[in-house]
């Protein structure tokens, strides 16, 4: 492979990276190429090859210029139609209204490109939250790093669920299997192997090479990066097929199509309206066309997607700030409409802290104290005397075995501990080191020549070591698994058969207790031994005995299961646990007051329509497969609930695509599961996605709530229009002014909706179904009633004005403030659509509420006052007096709606 763009700065120690058949070198010569070894490479080292190589990014696609984002602010049926009238306006001699149509134009297409760069930047800086990392080896140790701090010579380790963080030539392979599809299209995925090949193999058949970007779907290995970056596989073909993923959602792209159809239903009843007020009212052409412009500006939504996307964008920033890392924007939508919320247990409901609490050997129940990883803590047997790991031959060859047939390591960073690898290895690892065992020490005095990595096929993992230069295997996994495969227990004093029956009455009592339980046994082998498959362990172990490792229910997720429960919102838990274990849990958890329990055999052999029963009854599902995932969300999802759902592992993957919104874990999720994941948790904990439905619900409130502001507003302005033109009367507010009515509310005060809180009872109500139309009959109802109050409340105004004989311009002056004032004021009744509007919370407002309504105020008093904008928009002063019957008028619009809001409240929708 070749280098990337910095390799001029290639040291003479820097390894040979320019030869492309690294699939026809051995495994040595593959690390003596890239001056490396089995221990990897040093920090320094790594580093320094960081500078001569580069980070290991691919090159980004070319972002679009500032000017080439403005532009397109332009392409728009209504700007173009906005354009073509400003043209023909001074064409006419109307220079001042043209002047004033392309300011709108250009005010505009300033706020859309500033709210769409600021939406861009929002989800490109929280994708960068979730960066992928990647397992290497540096100075011998095992450590996690970010993936584009591999360096060409890194030795990476390769575990399922991984995705390839760059090209590797494989050192180790066992059970390994790859899927690379997205470089060869082969569906089923490549066996791997250690073994060279011939230099003209084709891509897919280079056996012995992971590409970057491909995902291992099985087993484990280690191989030498060999390149990084743009010097990739993957980095060839990404110069040829960019991708970018769109901001809109399908309620946007929905709004985008209303806005167009509603675009050319006005310009129709423009021409009509045109028509009548030229050869039924006799009005001039040039007044008749000026008199459409302003109808087709107050009719149409033009802001109205643009407002809906930063409504998206806000609600994606503020999931973000609870953990809820949302890769795609329709996912912020999805979330207000989850119905179901599928669960894994394990980190996500618990801690996932795991400690071992119980050991159960032949002598009896021993209980282990200390709490998380922390390697402190004692021993005492039933509960009572202490007693000391050491002296006891059957406590001190479990808690070995538990240190030797492990993959994790344990370090204390400040006063914390923390685990490189599984946490429930973790655990097991703080065990050993309580007992008296020291890791490093008994690593090297045992050494480890094979294994059987963990499979969920047979459910254990096995180890093989040279104990006194005689190969022994050690084991664990699920003690139905390993009991099955042992033939006696140990004792102090030697070996006995084995009490079946006794030691599943432990693992049952264990599990009730809701303790994960794992079986461990070792197995002395003919002494030329130095290959393991499972074969060899399948029979004639020797059980040393059963642990209990407790990871208790988190607190804030069981707030966030009754939060759901109140919202109608059905939680269900899917885990691979005990059955007993998962009940316990989902009890301490308050998902039910009884849980229902299903296990995998349950669903293995029931009819479909057992199944379907099932999927909808059942709150816990133990024993369960990725496969009885992915059959449960479709089973609950024939009933049109919305799904969310929950994984980490690589098998999680098509359940998670499946899902309506799939939920990945941040922390301890792998590469696979967050790829094909909407949403990743950078916490793992349930409270956030509790949190998340929140917001979702939150933004698909604040959606409603600008559509129901934007259209009758909309609406108020466009009837006025209509009703002067059919009646004959004096138009109470021109087109040039309706302009400026649109300009100054639909920014200042249109956007506030979109940052406004959770109402209170968001969470005390059921899910919005997903199929609900975009306009309900109670908003369709609503948009009519105010667009007659506006109508009503304009003409009232201009009447009462022209009346008393006040000059048209005054007037005319009146009637916009009214206008802006109705739009005020019905701005505060929107914002709480389920409630009452008039209470002190309500008049306060939100800081955005307020700071859109200054704005407006200040923008009408210039409207109002000031002499170079009554120049331009032929406004005149208004005295005090008539200032308080236009804030009146109001105040009266806005308890009528809230009057109106209360009875449609009681009728029901």
């Known amino acids: 492979m070749a280098p ?116 861009e930047k929002a989800l490109e800086a929280i994708h960068k939250m979730i960066e992928p990392h990647a397992s290497v080896l540096r100075d011998g140790r095992r450590v996690t790093i970010a993936a584009d701090h591999v360096a060409p010579g890194d030795v990476m380790v390769l575990e399922a669920g991984d995705r390839v963080p760059a090209d590797l030539r494989i050192l180790r392979a066992r059970n390994l299997r790859i899927d690379e599809a997205i470089l060869t299209g082969e569906s089923v995925p490549a066996e791997k192997n250690d073994i060279a090949v011939a230099a003209d193999a084709s891509l897919g058949d280079r056996q012995c090479m992971a590409f970057s970007g491909t995902l291992v779907t099985e087993g484990e290995g280690t191989g030498v990066v060999i390149a990084t970056g743009g010097a990739t596989e993957l980095g060839r073909i990404s110069a040829m097929i960019g991708s970018v993923e769109k901001l809109a959602t399908p309620l946007v792209r929905q709004m985008d199509q209303f806005a167009r159809q509603v675009t050319f239903v006005v310009l129709a009843v423009s021409v009509l309206v045109f028509a009548y007020a030229v050869f039924v009212q006799a009005y001039r052409l040039d007044e008749a066309f000026m008199i459409v412009i302003g109808l087709a500006v107050s009719a149409i939504p033009e802001g109205l997607p643009a407002v809906m996307t930063i409504t998206l964008a806000v609600g994606l920033q503020r999931m973000a700030r609870r953990n809820a890392i949302i890769r795609r924007l329709p996912a912020v939508e999805t979330l207000g409409s989850v119905s179901v919320i599928c669960s894994d247990k394990t980190g996500t409901l618990t801690r996932n802290q795991m400690t071992v609490r119980t050991v159960v050997a032949a002598r009896g129940r021993i209980e282990v104290d200390g709490v998380g990883y922390e390697p402190k803590g004692g021993f005492r047997l039933d509960g009572a005397g202490a007693i000391d790991p050491a002296a006891d031959a059957v406590l001190e060859q479990l808690t070995l075995a538990a240190l030797l047939c492990n993959n994790a390591g344990l370090r204390q960073v400040g006063a914390d501990w923390v685990v490189d690898g599984d946490p429930m290895e973790g655990a097991l690892v703080a065990l050993a080191v309580k007992a008296g065992h020291d890791r490093a020490a008994a690593v090297a005095a045992f050494s480890r020549i094979d294994d059987v990595p963990f499979d969920p096929r047979h459910r254990f993992m096995a180890t093989l070591h040279l104990c006194d230069g005689e190969p022994v295997a050690y084991v664990k996994g699920a003690p139905e698994s390993v009991l099955s495969m042992c033939g006696d227990v140990a004792t102090i004093d030697g070996v006995r058969p084995l009490d079946r029956d006794w030691f599943d009455r432990q693992s049952d009592a264990l599990a009730a207790s809701g303790q994960r339980v794992l079986a461990i046994a070792r197995r002395r082998l003919p002494g030329g031994v130095r290959d393991l498959a499972p074969a060899d362990v399948a029979q004639g172990l020797t059980l040393l005995g059963l642990v209990g490792l407790i990871d208790p229910p988190r607190p804030e997720a069981i707030a966030a299961v009754a939060e759901c429960r109140a919202a109608g919102i059905r939680v269900k838990m899917i885990t691979g646990d005990h059955a007993a274990t998962a009940r316990a849990i989902a009890l301490q958890l308050g998902l039910a007051d009884d849980p229902s329990t299903v296990t995998g055999r349950d669903l293995d052999v029931a009819e479909d329509d057992v199944f379907r029963r099932y999927a909808r009854e059942a709150v816990v599902f133990a024993r369960a497969s990725p496969e009885h995932k992915l059959r449960l969300i479709e089973a609950l999802q024939e009933d049109g609930s919305v799904i969310a759902m929950t994984g980490d592992g690589v098998n999680d993957a098509p359940a998670l695509k499946r899902a309506d919104v799939g939920i990945a874990m941040g922390a301890n999720g792998t590469e696979a599961a967050k790829e094909a994941s909407e949403m990743v948790l950078a916490d793992d904990n349930f409270a956030s996605i509790a949190a998340a439905v929140r917001e979702g619900r939150t933004v698909n409130d604040n959606l409603t709530k600008v559509i129901g502001w934007t259209l009758p507003t909309n609406g108020g302005e466009a009837l006025t229009i209509i009703l002067a033109i059919a009646f004959g009367l004096t138009l109470p507010v021109t087109a040039i002014q309706i302009l400026w009515i649109n300009m100054v509310t639909a920014v200042a005060l249109g956007l506030t909706l979109a940052f406004e809180p959770t109402e209170p009872n968001a969470m005390r109500r059921p899910a919005r179904p997903a199929n609900q139309p975009l306009l309900s009959a109670l908003l369709l109802w609503r948009i009519v009633f105010v667009s007659v109050l506006m109508v009503a409340g304009t003409f009232g105004i201009y009447a009462w004005a022209t009346v008393r004989g006040l000059p048209v311009e005054t007037a005319r002056t009146m009637a916009v403030n009214a206008l802006v004032v109705m739009e005020i004021f019905y701005l505060f009744s929107i914002r709480y659509i389920r409630g009452p509007s008039l209470t002190w919370q309500g008049v306060v407002g939100t800081p955005a509420v307020l700071i859109g309504v200054g704005i407006v105020v200040i923008a009408q008093l210039a409207f109002t006052y000031a002499p170079p904008l009554q120049k331009v928009f032929d406004s005149r002063a208004v005295s005090l007096a008539d200032g308080l019957v236009i804030v009146a008028v109001g105040v009266i619009l806005l308890v009528l709606v809230e009057i109106e809001k209360r009875w449609s409240t009681r009728s029901g929708p």
């Open 4 to 119: 990337t763009e910095s390799s001029a700065l290639q040291r003479d120690d820097a390894p040979d990276a320019s030869n492309r058949n690294w699939h026809a070198l051995d495994a040595g010569a593959a690390l003596a190429a890239m001056r490396s070894g089995a221990d990897g490479l040093t920090e320094d080292e790594a580093s320094r090859r960081l500078v001569t190589f580069g980070f290991n990014r691919l090159p980004t696609k070319a972002e679009r210029s500032a000017l080439l984002r403005f532009a397109l602010q332009f392409h728009n049926l209504l700007i173009y139609v906005l354009l073509a009238a400003g043209v023909l306006a001074g064409a006419i001699g109307h220079v001042t209204d043209a002047m004033v149509i392309v300011g709108v134009v250009l005010i505009n297409a300033v706020i859309g490109f500033v709210q769409e760069g600021k939406a």
